[in-house]
T-cell receptor, first 112, second 110 residues
């Protein structure tokens, strides 16, 4: 089935460690997004990419990094520079400008 | 700065009630407004609105957009416990980004 797969579902990180969240889609979508969701809040944009080998910072990019080497894949690295990384992370993709975004099931990251 | 505001932030109703959720926005280069339902994890798509005054319906849910007054409403009639969720409003701008509101948490009691 076509869709977006995020892994892992749950991730625990020690302070000072970098971790990478995976996002893969087989929908042939050009645009991909990473959002962060904190309890009781909406989604905030971390990074987005509209085409392979190109990506742009969103509203809260500090402490995060991404790559887009393949159309299907848009991994997010949470670096040790991110001061408060505990949150729910959602990846999304979209075919074009006047279409909806499809979301993965999310990764819940906890710093221990 | 682009902004989306939703109201109320939280709502508790009983089964069978009708609810109206509000979304207002200030976005440059508006392209579309979208509604999503988020129950546990992934938001699921409900509606996309691009033109003013044209109602979109799906079963007991309906939505309409007013581009002059910069708002949209989502109506749910004859609510059921399965409608309990967070309803997110998002606006798409020229850069193909989405700006999300904080969501309305709807609780439907039996």
């Amino acid at each position: 089935d076509g869709g977006i797969t995020q892994s892992p579902k749950y991730l625990f990180r020690k302070e000072g460690q970098n971790v990478t969240l995976s996002c893969e889609q087989n929908l042939n979508h050009d645009a991909m997004y990473w959002y962060r969701q904190d309890p009781g809040q909406g989604l905030r944009l971390i990074y987005y990419s509209q085409i392979v080998n190109d990506f742009q910072k969103g509203d809260i990019a500090e402490g995060y990094s991404v790559s887009r080497e393949k159309k299907e894949s848009f991994p997010l690295t949470v670096t040790s520079a991110q001061k408060n990384p505990t949150a729910f992370y959602l990846c999304a993709s979209r075919r074009g400008e006047y279409t909806e975004a499809f979301f993965g099931q999310g990764t819940r990251l906890t710093v221990v | 700065e682009d902004k989306v505001v939703q109201s109320p932030l939280s709502l508790v109703v009983h089964e069978g009630d009708t609810v109206t959720l509000n979304c207002s926005y200030e976005v440059t280069n508006f392209r579309s407004l979208l509604w999503y339902k988020q129950e546990k994890k992934a938001p699921t798509f409900l509606f996309m609105l691009t033109s003013s005054g044209i109602e979109k319906k799906s079963g007991r849910l309906s939505s309409i957009l007013d581009k002059k007054e910069l708002f949209s409403i989502l109506n749910i009639t004859a609510t059921q416990t399965g409608d309990s969720a967070v309803y997110l409003c998002a606006v798409s701008n020229y850069g193909q980004n989405f700006v999300f509101g904080p969501g309305t948490r709807l609780s439907v009691l039996p």
